[in-house]
């Protein structure tokens, strides 16, 4: 079980969170103007890496706020975690 | 006759303290200290159990967790009895009784026994192969398979044992406390570091604790009486928590261990009333010390199974710890070092060792030569062939090994023996390690793996890291615990070892034979009877992938997961398959290390706390009045009310009667409620919702449908705005959470430049919801200071007031069709309201109704109800909700998804009324929807979601889902039960009051 270091609360364990998918997919400002296979690109793919992965957690029996975690799906090492709206870590 | 099997000197056993014990019915006395298979032992009682396929007679092996034969039930037809408990790890006590599994009708005279007559019919795979045809048979095959499977026997009654789960964070956790493990333990404590040392065993120093032959010394002293010396200093240090009795079972990433401790088992059970059974620690440590030492390995030769073969190692600590001689005529067998230790100490404790053979050629370390000198004979650069003796072993007979060790040469010789030690040296327990996540190198000298890269904060000490010398371990574990623990010394620098363990083996997975191997029985899981020839078969039929040979053929698959055997088995299909053992790499090993109680897994969340439930604030007043109830998410909802003994149907076709022709309350508390405040309120519920907000007037209501972003429907329920930027939402039931953490997500992810808030209140206020066309008079009667005329209180719209004293908000909107009002109080005046609003409706006949009249109703209404009458994949259009969709917004949450090329199809599945040609026919909710029975295969148009016997319309009705549905009123459709066909016509959803009249009414 991971322990996560929240933004805003600090280090709590992993059973206090919700994990949120892929990080840094932004809804398209004009949904209305995509064509399907550009919409179903938003929708429906994701990526799926062994390896470093940009991820959105939600620390839902805490603050309820949602955050950013940069984590190695290989060995679970949780490399930065960082608040919605900053800029992801590139190192 | 009665032997007398027990030594003068022991380490662990109180001689002035006996303690009697059944096993199969037979009363026998050991001694305090005793484990349930040394005192067996004492007994000269080697036969425990039967082998699992072919039921053979098998004995004690092991000394240790690692047992995989003696696996007995505990006090069977008790409420405590307990299935697969090792033998090995059981302390007696007074009046403990056990059994042997796999038997019947006993131990001695087992009928399952002619399996092993049959084995050549039973190779590897044989259920595959034997039970696949005919395919129709498998129902009947799988009756008799599965009367003879399995192990043991689980209890019937409730356990009366309690059990706790505790969470404990410390600095270093050091698991095993043997030489390493104490040394670890000690000087982390001594740095000022929070430690905790585990143990599985119930008391401290491992197997260096009975050592006390002058061969292996450290600061001249025995290295037994040096290392209790090193416990009791240990004992008195601050820092440090210890606790014998506990296994870790799992070590999971960032250093989260599990480890149950034992707290009564080893009491008499009339000791154990209100005292916790069985602990389940669960441990956040910042740096974790394994130290979990090494299982000795047995050696694979035919008929190496017999009641009598035990691992030498175990020899050993029976004599030396438990003072118990396990033969009288011993022989040894062994491929290194350590069989010659078992030698000496049984020596010293007089006990007959009549030879030694040794698979190694050359060997003249100062052990063999010590054994040598008591005129011990050794048979160097030989190998046991076969073994006899059907409950217990009698001879072996023992050949010469050829150069390569790849066949044997010469005469048989048979030996006289009645117990047989064997050793093929060590492997290093790092199960716990590969848990964690740390990779495994495969060290070729000593054909072991060990520890290569570790995963967080640990490290790996003593002989589980491969290092199986006295000097060895002094030497290391200091060097390597001031790097780990970043301290400056330890105390261990200058001590001085005498280890004269020579290192030399000679490694043979599989010894050869003068037979050949089909005509062989050399066993390498003993718990699931699969021998070498098993492992080679599954390699001729072509499985490659270690993990699955282990499938095909169980091995390493038993309770012991094959802490014995597996390392044999990826030897064998090494050689066998040409591979590199390290290339193979090991098959996984998952927790629990011994297995646990399901007790010790729940702990306390037993009973009323298995699964918490939620109550409403007026829920004493359901269970006072008779309610059956409902599960919906953690809530208890009231279900329906039965009086007299009316059956379910009965009540609420009464309730639902009573609902519409006079009044009806519902306990409506359980809806979701999200209070929603900010200037960008109404721009917000725009977004998530699929019809227009920001128009909507202070004061009124509007039902809303939330979609997902692919357009399908998610929840539903009325929003009510209470002032120009606040607004109330309710939500589903079941849905409220998750809408909650959707709204979130959005609100702090996408739109965080909205200036919007949200507060879950859903438990903050109770729901009345009254109904019916005498509601208007029971509310009012409630709330005397509000004018009820619709003008000033029309349908969907909202009014604060006041009953007595108490702040109420009371929406008039209705869910059933009908007039009605929902109070919403603070939660605990909830009951009093509800009281309120029952004795103002006594004169009206106000009947209370749960939630399945509630669905009947709004199911008359044409209502639907999301997660019923929608999954995920039906869209606002399918539901013929078009209404409610937005033409203007630009956009809202799953807007584009409505048109994009899969839901704008027609053939969709949408939902339909459906009326029964038989207007007394209910159909069964679920059932499917066909148009032709005779076309095969017949197609499935869709199926019936809501289906109930309206009494106010006097028919039966249906909600469904049918492809092109929208387009097929008045089509006649089948519904096809098991034993009839039944007619269906496709009609509008809403069956009653198409014109909304009785909502004004």
């Known amino acids: 079980m991971f322990l996560i270091y929240c933004p805003f609360c600090g280090e709590r364990e992993q059973s206090e969170f919700k994990a949120g998918g892929e990080a840094h997919i932004v809804r398209p400002k004009q949904p209305t103007e995509l064509s399907d296979d550009e919409w179903a690109e938003y929708l429906f793919m994701r990526k799926n890496i062994k390896g470093v992965q940009f991820e959105r957690w939600n620390h839902i029996h805490g603050c309820r706020k949602w955050f950013n975690m940069v984590r190695d799906t290989s060995n679970d090492e949780i490399k930065a975690v960082y608040k919605m709206g900053e800029k992801p870590p590139t190192k | ?1001």
């Open chain 2, 1 to 1001: 006759m009665t032997k007398n099997l027990r030594v003068k000197t022991s380490k662990l056993i109180d001689k002035t303290n006996r303690i009697s014990f059944k096993f199969n019915g037979t009363k026998y006395y050991g001694f305090k200290g005793d484990t349930l298979a040394s005192a067996l032992l004492a007994n000269d009682v080697h036969l425990v159990g039967r082998s699992f396929k072919y039921h053979r007679p098998r004995g004690i092996m092991t000394a240790g967790s690692e047992e995989p034969n003696a696996i007995i039930q505990l006090h069977d037809n008790t409420s405590r009895t307990e299935p697969n408990v090792r033998a090995t790890e059981v302390e007696i006590y007074e009046g403990l009784e056990a059994s042997s599994q796999n038997c019947w009708p006993s131990v001695n005279f087992d009928i399952g026994g002619i399996n092993n007559l049959l084995s050549p019919l039973l190779p590897a795979g044989f259920y595959y192969k034997t039970f696949m045809w005919p395919a129709s048979f498998w129902k009947k095959y799988e009756y008799f398979i599965r009367k003879s499977a399995g192990l043991g026997k689980s209890p019937v009654e409730p356990d009366p044992d309690v059990y706790e789960h505790r969470y404990i964070h410390c600095d270093v956790i050091v698991i095993g406390a043997g030489i390493s493990g104490i040394i670890a333990a000690k000087i982390s404590a001594k740095n000022g570091l929070k430690t905790l040392l585990v143990d599985e065993r119930p008391y401290l120093g491992g197997s260096t604790i009975y050592q006390n032959s002058d061969y292996f010394k450290i600061n001249n002293q025995n290295s037994g009486s040096w290392l209790e010396k090193e416990i009791n200093e240990l004992k008195k240090l601050e820092n440090l928590e210890i606790k014998t009795r506990t296994s870790v079972a799992a070590y999971h990433g960032y250093n989260f261990l599990l480890a149950r401790e034992s707290l009564t088992d080893h009491l008499p059970i009339e000791q154990r009333n209100n005292k916790t059974r069985q602990k389940l620690l669960k441990i956040r440590a910042k740096k974790v010390i394994t130290a979990t030492g090494a299982i000795e390995r047995p050696l694979i030769f035919d008929n190496n199974d017999r009641p009598g073969i035990l691992l030498s190692s175990a020899i050993k600590k029976y004599a030396d710890l438990y003072g118990v001689a396990c033969g009288e005529k011993n022989i040894l067998l062994t491929n290194n070092d350590s069989a010659y230790e078992t030698a000496i100490s049984l020596i010293q404790k007089g006990i007959k060792v009549e030879s030694i053979i040794d698979n190694r050629e050359q060997v003249n370390s100062k052990l063999v030569k010590e054994v040598e000198k008591n005129n011990i004979k050794i048979f160097k650069g030989f190998t046991v062939v076969n073994t006899s003796g059907y409950k217990r072993i009698n001879k072996v007979s023992i050949m010469q090994l050829s150069k390569d060790g790849e066949k044997v040469i010469g005469s048989k010789t048979t030996l006289n023996c009645d117990c047989l030690g064997v050793s093929g040296g060590w492997t290093p327990a790092v199960h716990l390690f590969t848990q964690s996540g740390g990779k495994l190198r495969f060290r070729e000298e000593d054909q072991v793996f060990i520890p290569l890269t570790y995963n967080s904060k640990q490290i790996s000490i003593g002989s589980c890291n491969g290092e199986f010398t006295l000097d060895e371990i002094l030497t290391n574990t200091p060097k390597l615990l001031i790097k780990f623990l970043e301290i400056k010394d330890t105390n261990y620098d200058n001590v001085d070892v005498k280890s004269s363990y020579s290192k030399l083996k000679r490694n043979i997975w599989l010894l050869p034979s003068d037979k050949i191997l089909g005509k062989t029985k050399p066993f390498v899981d003993y718990q699931n009877d699969s021998t070498a020839k098993d492992i080679k078969l599954a390699l001729k039929e072509g499985f490659r992938s270690i993990e699955h040979v282990k499938r095909y053929t169980t091995t390493g698959m038993g309770t012991d997961q094959g802490k014995l055997g597996n390392m044999h088995a990826l030897g064998i299909i090494s050689e066998t398959a040409d591979a590199k053992m390290g290339e193979l790499g090991t098959t996984t090993f998952r927790p629990p290390y011994t297995p646990l109680t399901f007790g010790t897994i729940v702990g306390r969340n037993v009973g009323e706390y298995f699964d918490i439930f939620r109550k409403t604030p007026i829920h004493d007043w359901h269970v006072k009045n008779n309610a059956e109830f409902e599960n919906v998410g953690q809530w208890k909802r009231a279900w329906y009310y039965p009086i007299n003994n009316e059956d379910m149907h009965q009540a609420v076709q009464r309730e639902s009667k009573a609902a519409r022709d006079s009044a009806g309350i519902l306990d409506a508390s359980t809806l979701g409620k999200i209070d929603i405040q900010g200037t960008d309120a109404s721009e917000f519920l725009n977004r998530v919702y699929t019809n227009a907000w920001s128009k909507l007037a202070i004061g009124k209501c509007r039902y809303g449908l939330m979609l997902n972003e692919d357009g399908m429907v998610y929840d539903d329920g009325v929003t009510t705005r209470l002032a120009e930027n606040h607004y109330i939402m309710t939500t589903t039931t079941g849905g409220a959470a998750n809408v909650m953490g959707k709204l979130e997500d959005y609100l702090q992810t996408e739109w965080p430049e909205l200036d919007v808030y949200l507060t879950s209140v859903t438990d903050h206020f109770a729901t009345i919801s009254v109904c019916g066309p005498n509601s208007k008079k029971i509310v009012s009667s409630v709330i005397s200071d509000l004018d009820f005329t619709d003008e000033k209180f029309p349908h969907m719209s909202f009014q604060n007031a006041k009953i007595d004293k108490i702040n109420c908000r009371v929406m008039r909107i209705s869910f059933t069709g009908e007039h009605s009002y929902e109070i919403n109080v603070q939660a605990n005046y909830g009951k009093s309201v509800w009281e309120k609003c029952m004795e103002a409706g006594k004169d009206f006949n106000i009947t209370p109704y749960g939630t399945e009249t509630m669905h009947l109703l709004r199911a008359e209404k044409g209502f639907i109800i999301v997660g019923q009458d929608t999954d995920a994949t039906m869209t606002p259009i399918d539901l013929q909700m078009d209404w409610i969709v937005s033409k203007k917004k630009y956009d809202f949450i799953g807007k584009r998804s409505l048109y994009r090329s899969d839901t704008i199809r027609e053939d969709r599945k949408q939902l339909v009324g459906l009326l029964t040609e038989n207007p007394d026919e209910v159909l069964e909710e679920g059932a499917q929807i066909v148009a032709d029975i005779k076309k095969s295969p017949v197609e499935m148009l869709g199926h019936v979601t809501s289906s109930y016997y309206s009494p106010n319309l006097k028919k039966s009705i249906a909600l469904g889902v049918v492809r092109g549905g929208k387009n097929m009123m008045g089509q006649k459709l089948i519904i096809p039960m098991e034993k009839k066909l039944i007619n269906v016509t496709i009609t509008d959803p809403v069956f009653l009051d198409k014109e909304n009249k009785r909502l004004n009414a």
